[in-house]
């Protein structure tokens, strides 16, 4: 018996899929598998944060339901990875988050948001609010650049700190294979499979989605949203380096490197989103977990947020719509930084990690 | 689906899909009827992994080479003979051709990882299984515009002569409609889902048996070709069977419910008797012969018998063992005599010779002065607890089928082709397969003849 009612089904599944082994080649999940007989709670919560949902392995088995087997790997084990971010969340306290995701995001958001508007108006009277400020430090009129670094850092420090307990609690669960070590060339494979999204292939052909047609369309949004994403990130570092080192001040002009970075990552996370929720909104109901969407939703829409409120800040920043998406903008990353450990982030954080014990596992045997 | 086609396919499975799609390519227009429900669509085929195929060199997927020559002494050994040369050798000349074919169809291999069966170098393995592959085939046939119809029961054939005319169908859904085509493809599968039929066979025994497959192939369309002057071959008790576990559902278990402990252990009957030689052969033989010998035993009931020592040496099982920390708790929860068990045990340890154990091959470790002998892997059962899995015959396909010729056309009961019906897949397969089995024949079979078919009766539609 396992902790949860999930995981003895996820145990289940996992004997049924042992004594069959057809799917080997689909992805790492079965291989992995294979290398066990009997497999812990932690054993379950590494092949579910494993599985990218491809649904391949549904479409091909011969005992996926209606065969009384009721063999639903990527659903059971979707399910089963939504209730293992909760169960390595930090501070414990607020695993609960995980259950009313949705909900907790878009409160966090909006209370974000209003918070930003009302600060710059507390702040400054209504005119530098809905002023037109132009050059080098408009922003900053708004909120002094080091009132601006010292909230963003508080809540990246803090979601890092999250992020790293949680991933560590998951990580020493999910056991070290005889004598793995996470070396350089396990590293390297990890990077270069979730950077790829390798296993969202459905053994080459694509991803299931609506019906028993693959495509590649899941794959592509996301490495949309993902890219995009880091490019944000990187605008806001290379950003970050020319206020310090080199004593520029923000916003850029459209053709500098901070500029630019933010234009593409943001197209991304405008695109990305978007044809994510769309492929999700049409997926075949036995292959998602219905009970986890709002966290799904909740974290889409808050990237789709973020880069949309960018790209406007983007156009718009020389009129005197800057204030207003200006205070939107930094409402939408600050409720993203806070709420990023306790919502769907994690899946990356921990699919990376299972993908490193995976790489690990692979050549510790070879 | 309209009423009238060039290439009429009945059957879903590999053979069908081949037939379909290579009659497409040849120019006709294609309607197949698959008598199961979209999710059960393909007969045995949804439970296959392997092909078996001929090749000159190694390949990205295969090891090494396998002849033409070699795949004929293959199956000349498994069939004991029993096989039409002229068929055979040509099936294992196209299965060359095939190893590429298929893939131009959108089916995919993958290297074979893992599992017990040692089968690289001869034998291809369908990426994802055997429904992948029919997903594939599915997939690329409805591309090219072959018709695909479900839950579509053929209930009559008109034929005259020896030559198809229409064939008569009801659907759940559309009530009873009649299909005419130029030319007939049969590729229904064998009649191991009837057991009324088994029964006519192997008597009462047959409702033991349990059906590895669909409960859909019921060989009403053998029947049906059987009883308008089709010519029969095979013989009717000949299949291809495994010993499964008993706690399997009736139908449809599939691969998950076989067993291959044999050899790490004893098989008993319900006497608590051995019956047979454990340790005769490797693998395949071994597997594909434990079904007939467990359908002769009474009650069609018999048990792997080994010792905790073994238990991760075979492949994990869906079912796990029953255990008994002695042999006589063993004895009782399989409700044999323990007295009788503990015997049989006792004389079997004494009988072993030390030996150097290695599963692999043919090796030492042998028994003397027990009947039967176990000439290979023969080890002490004697380390608590004792573990067992009751098995039962379980029925891959059947051999009974019509016979047909290289252009897999049908021979009629006056030895003459028929005008325009063909037969690919386990309808046919007792042309080749008289008796026995290796693994991945049964899919070479399907696609070689599929697509000779398909060809053939395109040909014959466009004429």
Known sequence: MHGTRILDEADRLMTVCNSCRYCEGLCAVFPAMEMRRAFSDGDLNYLANLCHSCGACYVDCQFSPPHEFNVNVPQTLAIARAESYAAYAWPRALSGAFARNGLVISIVAALSMAAFIFGFAALNDRSVLFGVHTGPGAFYRLMPHNAMAALFSAAFLFAILALVMSVRAFWRDIGTPIGGRADGGSIFQAIRDAGELRYLHGGGVGCYNEDDKPTDRRKLFHHLTFYGFLLCFAATSVGTLYHYLLGREAPYPWWDLPAVLGTLGGIGLVVGPVGLFIAKSRRAPELLDESSSGMDVGFIAMLFLTGLTGMLLLILRETAAMGPLLALHLGAVFALFITMPYGKFVHGIYRFAALLRYAQERRTEA | ?463
């Open chain 2, 1 to 463: 689906m309209g009423s009238k086609y060039d290439v009429l396919v009945i059957g879903g499975g590999n053979a069908a899909l081949c037939a379909a799609i290579a009659a497409r390519r040849g120019g006709a227009s294609v309607l197949v009827l698959e008598g199961a429900p979209k999710f059960y669509r393909g007969g045995n085929t949804r439970h296959t992994r392997n092909m078996r195929c001929a090749h000159d060199a190694a390949t990205e997927i295969l090891t090494g080479p396998y002849t033409e020559e070699e795949f004929w002494e293959d199956l000349l050994r498994v069939t004991g003979g029993q096989t039409d040369e002229v068929l055979a050798r040509h099936m294992i000349r196209e299965s060359k051709d095939i190893l590429n074919w298929i893939v131009e169809q959108g089916v995919r291999w993958q290297p074979s990882l893992g599992g017990t069966l040692s089968l690289g170098r001869t034998n291809s393995f369908f990426l994802g299984g055997g429904r992948a592959m029919l997903n594939a085939l599915y997939l690329t046939a409805e591309r090219l515009g072959v018709d695909v119809a479900y839950d579509a029961e053929v209930t009559d054939l008109v034929i005259e002569d020896g030559m198809f005319l229409a064939a008569r169908l009801k659907r759940p859904i559309g009530g009873e409609t009649e299909i005419r085509a130029t030319s007939l493809v049969a590729a229904a599968g064998g009649f191991e889902a009837n057991i009324e039929w088994l029964k006519q066979y192997w008597g009462e025994a047959a409702d033991n048996f349990l059906i590895r497959g669909t409960p859909y192939n019921r060989g009403s369309i053998l029947k049906m070709l059987l009883a308008k002057g089709v010519q029969e071959v095979g013989d009717p008790t000949q299949c291809h069977a495994v010993a499964i576990d008993a706690r399997a559902p009736k139908f449809d278990g599939g691969i998950i419910t076989r067993h291959d402990s044999v050899v790490f252990g004893i098989v008993v009957n319900k006497h608590a008797e051995r019956f047979y030689d454990e340790g005769e052969d490797i693998w395949p033989k071994r597997y594909a012969i434990w079904g007939r010998l467990v359908a002769a035993q009474p009650d069609q009931i018999a048990y792997i018998i080994f010792d905790s020592t073994v238990v991760t040496s075979f492949m994990p099982t869906l079912f796990p063992p029953i255990a008994g920390q002695t042999v006589a708790e063993l004895a009782g929860k399989l409700t044999l005599d323990p007295v009788a068990l503990e015997k049989t045990i006792t004389e079997f340890n004494a009988a072993v010779r030390p030996g150097t154990f290695d599963h692999t091959i043919l090796d030492d470790c042998v028994t003397e002065g027990v009947t039967p002998p176990k000439t290979h892997w023969a080890r002490k059962i004697e380390t608590p607890p004792f573990l067992a899995y009751p098995v039962r015959p379980g029925i891959t396909f059947t051999y009974l089928g019509t016979r047909v010729n290289k252009e897999s056309r049908m021979l009629m009961a006056d030895g003459k082709p028929s005008a325009n019906m063909f037969a690919a897949g386990e309808i046919m397969a007792g042309n080749v397969l008289g008796k026995g089995y290796a693994a991945g024949m049964g899919m070479t079979i399907g696609s070689v003849f599929g697509r000779i078919a398909g060809r053939e009766a395109a040909k014959h539609a466009r004429n």
